[in-house]
C-alpha cells in the first residue's frame, strides 16, 4: 500500500517513521509547503509537494494520513475523499464540528473509509482495560477521574499553537475525552471552568471538567499545560518516548465491585465482602511492562481497513463526537452553566 502523509510536522514525521517501519506499506509522497520540508525530503530522498492538489495531478496512493494544522484538516480531507482516497485523520478531526460533520459526510456520500487518529485507543494497556471493563469486572461503573498535567516550553507555542486550536483542551484533553468515551460511554453533559491565568494567552492554559455519562456514571478531568507534575497519559503510559516516562497513574475508573488505574493496569477488588472495613487487593497486569507501538497498531489498522479486513477502531464519526464534546466543554467554561453536546444528523 502506498501512503501519503500530509504535513511534515511533530505529528507527520512520527507517521513518516512508523510507515518506514512497516513491511506492508510504503511512503509514496509528501505534501508540507513549508521550506524546512523541503530540506527534510531532500535530506530523507522523499517526494515532496507544497500542496495536496498538485500531488493528486499526477499521484494516485492508496491512502493517506493528514497531519496538517487543524484548521486545513477539512481542506486537505476533501481533495483526498473527492478521489476516493481512504484518509486517517490526526486528532481533532477538524477545528470546529462543522467542519469535521462535512469531512464524514462527504466521506459517507463517497463511500470512501475515514478513520480519525485517536492511536491510544490502539494501545494494548488500553485494549485490555476495554476488555476488564467491558467484562463487568467492575460491576457497575460509578466514577472516573482524568490527570494531564504537563509543562510545555515556551518553544513549543509557534504560531499556530497560539491560536484558538492550541489550548490544551483541544490539543491533549481531545484525546483523554476520547479514550472516557471509549472505556465508559457516551456523555450526556459538561460543566467546566477554564483558566490562562498563568500564560495569559488568548487559550487556556488549564481546565477543570465534570462529566455526566448516558449510563449514569460521573467523571472528572483535570488539565493544564503550565504545571510541572508526572501525571499525564504523555508522561505515564511510555507510549512515546520523546517523553521521559514516569511510573505513575493518570486515570481512575470505578465501579460497585472494583476499581482500574491506568496506565498502570491495576485493579483493585475485595476477595468477599465489599465494604470499607475489609481489606481491598489489587493485581496489576504484566501488559503494563510490555512495549506499546500505539501508532503501528494504528497503522495497521488503517491499512487493514482499506483491504476490507476489518472496521476501523476509531472512525471519523468517533472523531466528531469527541470534537462535539470538546466544543461542550469550551462553551460551559465561555457561558458558567452544564452543556449537552450537540446533537448532530450524519
Ligand atoms: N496523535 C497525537 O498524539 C498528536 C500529536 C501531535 C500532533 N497531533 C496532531 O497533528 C496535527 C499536526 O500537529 P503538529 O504538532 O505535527 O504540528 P506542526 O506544526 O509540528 O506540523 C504541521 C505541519 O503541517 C505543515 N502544513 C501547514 N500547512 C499545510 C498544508 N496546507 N498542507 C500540508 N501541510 C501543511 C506545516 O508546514 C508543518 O510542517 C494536528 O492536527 C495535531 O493536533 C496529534
Redesign the pocket.
Known amino acids: 500500500m502506498k501512503i501519503a502523509v500530509?504535513?511534515?510536522?511533530?505529528?507527520?514525521k512520527q507517521h513518516i517513521q512508523v510507515i518506514k517501519n512497516n513491511k506492508m506499506c510504503e511512503l509514496d509522497f509528501i505534501?508540507?509547503?513549508?521550506n524546512?520540508?523541503i530540506e527534510f525530503c531532500k535530506n530523507n530522498g522523499f517526494l515532496h509537494f507544497s500542496?495536496?492538489t498538485e500531488a493528486l495531478t499526477t499521484q494516485k496512493p492508496d491512502g493517506a494520513i493528514i497531519?496538517?494544522?487543524?484548521s486545513?484538516?477539512m481542506?486537505?480531507s476533501l481533495d483526498f475523499i473527492e478521489r476516493g482516497i481512504p484518509i486517517l485523520v490526526?486528532?481533532?478531526l477538524s477545528s470546529d464540528s462543522e467542519s469535521a460533520l462535512s469531512i464524514v459526510q462527504c466521506a459517507k456520500k463517497k463511500n470512501v473509509q475515514l478513520l480519525t487518529?485517536?492511536?491510544r485507543r490502539h494501545n494494548k494497556i488500553i485494549r485490555e482495560a476495554k476488555d476488564t471493563i467491558d467484562s463487568g469486572q467492575l460491576g457497575r461503573l460509578v466514577a472516573s477521574h482524568s490527570m494531564c498535567w504537563l509543562f510545555k516550553p515556551n518553544d513549543y507555542f509557534?504560531s499556530?499553537r497560539k491560536s484558538i486550536s492550541g489550548g490544551p483542551v483541544l490539543?491533549n484533553l481531545t484525546?483523554d475525552i476520547d479514550l472516557m468515551r471509549y472505556l465508559i460511554g457516551e456523555i450526556e453533559s459538561v460543566y467546566s471552568f477554564e483558566s490562562n491565568a498563568n500564560r495569559k494567552g488568548k487559550v487556556e492554559d488549564s481546565a477543570a471538567v465534570s462529566l455526566r455519562f448516558k449510563n449514569g456514571a460521573i467523571g472528572t478531568l483535570s488539565i493544564s499545560d503550565t504545571i510541572l507534575a508526572p501525571w499525564s497519559w504523555e508522561h505515564t503510559s511510555g507510549e512515546n518516548p520523546i517523553y521521559p516516562n514516569q511510573k505513575e497513574s493518570c486515570y481512575w475508573i470505578g465501579g460497585t465491585h472494583g476499581s482500574l488505574e491506568l496506565p498502570k493496569l491495576k485493579s483493585w477488588q475485595s476477595l468477599n465482602e465489599r465494604s470499607w472495613w475489609k481489606p481491598i487487593y489489587s493485581k496489576q497486569s504484566p501488559t503494563y511492562k510490555n512495549i506499546n507501538q500505539p501508532l503501528s497498531a494504528q497503522l495497521e489498522n488503517f491499512i487493514s481497513v482499506v483491504q476490507g479486513r476489518a472496521e476501523p477502531v476509531c472512525s471519523g464519526e468517533d472523531g466528531l463526537k469527541t470534537l462535539l464534546v470538546i466544543e461542550a466543554i469550551k462553551s460551559s467554561a465561555r457561558i458558567e452553566k452544564a452543556v449537552k453536546p450537540k446533537k448532530i444528523q450524519i
Do not use: M, T, Y
Request: aromatic share 4%.
Open positions: 500530509i504535513g511534515a510536522g511533530l505529528a507527520g505534501v508540507d509547503p513549508s524546512e520540508s500542496n495536496v497531519a496538517s494544522p487543524n486545513i484538516h481542506e486537505n490526526e486528532k481533532p487518529g485517536h492511536h509557534n499556530w490539543i484525546h
